[in-house]
């Protein structure tokens, strides 16, 4: 089970013997969950580093009416949920983890994140390192979001993301689909699909199957 964390960031550089080493100085257990079992609730003390195994995971926030809604579904093996809490001056939690399927989820004390051990390990360092180029990606992409969204029309928001994930070929590199690409954009999905189609019909843009190229570039710059 633990190779299948060769693939988290959080691993990046590491053997398999590396990660066992890490999981061992630090205490981490692997945990199983239900489907519908909470991983942490808003009340918790954030004091573990999650990483998902197995299965999915749906962090959610209620609202007042006690409507649950899905911030977001971690479902890659490796990838990290919770992290953000362990390096904020905040004791509880803002939303809470449940389990979407029976889920596998390894917790990592947050103390080993902070220090290196006695041991001076160098696998430790490394992981320590991982966890700060994690937090940097995390603000990058948020920053960028951020910089689309509060653009004051769609065709904006979707004329900046394009270009900035355009490749050589003008081919918009992006590793969603559809429906991500609506959620990212913070818009309905059939608006999202007129104004694609809409900027085609105008020649800016052309839609092959599941690729999107740029037509014309300067007249997408010159959008807003």
Do not use: W
Request: hydrophobic share 40%; aromatic share 8%; glycine share 4%.
């Amino acid at each position: 089970m633990t190779e299948r964390l060769t693939s988290s960031p959080l691993f990046r550089g590491m053997s398999l013997c590396d990660i066992q080493g890490c999981l061992r100085c630090s205490g981490s257990s692997i945990v199983n969950y239900e489907k519908d079992e909470h991983i942490f609730m808003l009340q918790d003390e954030p004091n573990k580093l999650y990483i998902l195994v197995e299965g999915a995971i749906n962090i959610c926030r209620d609202s007042i009416e006690g409507k649950r809604n899905i911030i977001t579904t971690i479902n890659k093996p490796g990838d990290l949920f919770g992290e953000v809490f362990l390096f904020i001056e905040k004791n509880q939690y803002d939303n809470y983890a449940v389990a979407a399927t029976n889920a596998v989820v390894l917790k990592m004390p947050k103390e080993y994140l902070y220090n290196n051990c006695q041991r001076n390990c160098g696998f430790h360092t490394l992981l320590i390192s991982n966890m700060l180029s994690i937090l940097a990606n995390k603000a990058y992409y948020l920053n960028q979001k951020l910089n689309i969204i509060s653009s004051q029309t769609l065709r904006q928001k979707i004329c900046k993301l394009f270009l900035s994930n355009i490749s050589t070929e003008r081919e918009v590199k992006l590793k969603m689909t559809r429906e991500e690409l609506a959620d990212f954009l913070n818009v309905a999905r059939p608006s999202l699909s007129r104004e694609l189609m809409k900027m085609q019909d105008e020649g800016l843009i052309e839609i092959n199957k599941k690729k999107i190229y740029i037509k014309d570039v300067k007249k997408i710059q010159n959008i807003f």
